[in-house]
């Protein structure tokens, strides 16, 4: 089954304590990328990847890290999360190109104390 | 400064009542997504318009694009309890694609 997986999906953790949340998906798509959602705010990129050792910045980028060193794999580290980084995370895949539609992973529900 | 908008943001409607949910964009793109997003799930594609004058149906759902406007539309018919949902619409800007915008999201509830 054609899917993107997110870990863990629900989180809750204390100020300035690393964590990672993992993004793997099946589907051999090129393009990756991350949202967070807010109430009222929609989804607002965070990171995205065209291929492979390629990752650039979205739109709220700050406190955030991402790599690919793999193609299916692209996982989002807070170094130092702050409350300000609550929120619902998804990630997503798309095939690279003019036509590709995002499949988006289940949802990372993190909450920074 | 893109922006995507969406209106109304919230819509209540009874069932078996039609009603469009706009989403405009402000820069040229003839690449528009839609998304339905339920309550504490993720997002699903709905539509996938690609180019002016595009329209796509499903079921009770269409959708539409005009670049020329930089307006889709996505219209719904006798609507039933199961549309309930947050629909998103997306721009792709990219020249080579893959640069999304989302929109604010409008929620949608069906009253029987």
């Known amino acids: 089954e054609a899917q993107v997986t997110q870990n863990p999906r629900y989180l809750i953790t204390v100020t300035g304590k690393k964590l990672t949340v993992t993004c793997s998906q099946n589907?051999?798509?090129?393009?990756m990328s991350w949202y967070r959602q807010d109430p009222g705010l929609g989804l607002r990129q965070i990171y995205y990847?065209?291929?492979?050792?390629?990752?650039d910045k979205g739109d709220v980028p700050e406190g955030y890290k991402v790599s690919r060193k793999e193609k299916r794999n692209f996982p989002l580290i807070l170094e130092s999360p702050s409350p300000n980084q609550t929120s619902l995370y998804f990630c997503?895949?798309?095939?690279?190109?003019?036509?590709?539609?995002?499949?988006f992973g289940e949802g990372s529900r993190l909450t920074v104390l | 400064e893109l922006k995507v908008e969406q209106n109304p943001l919230f819509l209540s409607m009874q069932e078996g009542k039609n009603y469009t949910i706009y989403c405009n964009y402000s820069?040229?793109?003839?690449?528009l997504y839609w998304y339905r997003q339920d309550p504490g799930k993720s997002l699903e594609s709905l539509f996938v318009?690609?180019?002016?004058?595009a329209v796509k149906q499903e079921g009770r759902l269409m959708a539409s694009l005009d670049t020329k406007a930089r307006l889709s539309t996505l219209h719904i018919t006798a609507a039933v309890h199961d549309l309930s949902a947050t629909y998103f619409c997306?721009?792709?800007?990219?020249?080579?694609?893959?640069?999304?915008?989302f929109g604010t999201g409008t929620s949608l509830t069906v009253i029987p």
């Open positions: 997306a721009v792709d800007i990219g020249n080579t694609g893959n640069q999304f915008y």
């Open positions: 318009l690609l180019s002016n004058g």
């Open positions: 990847s065209m291929n492979v050792e390629v990752t």
């Open positions: 997503a895949s798309s095939l690279l190109g003019r036509t590709g539609e995002l499949f």
């Open positions: 589907m051999n798509h090129e393009y």
């Open positions: 820069t040229t793109s003839d690449r």
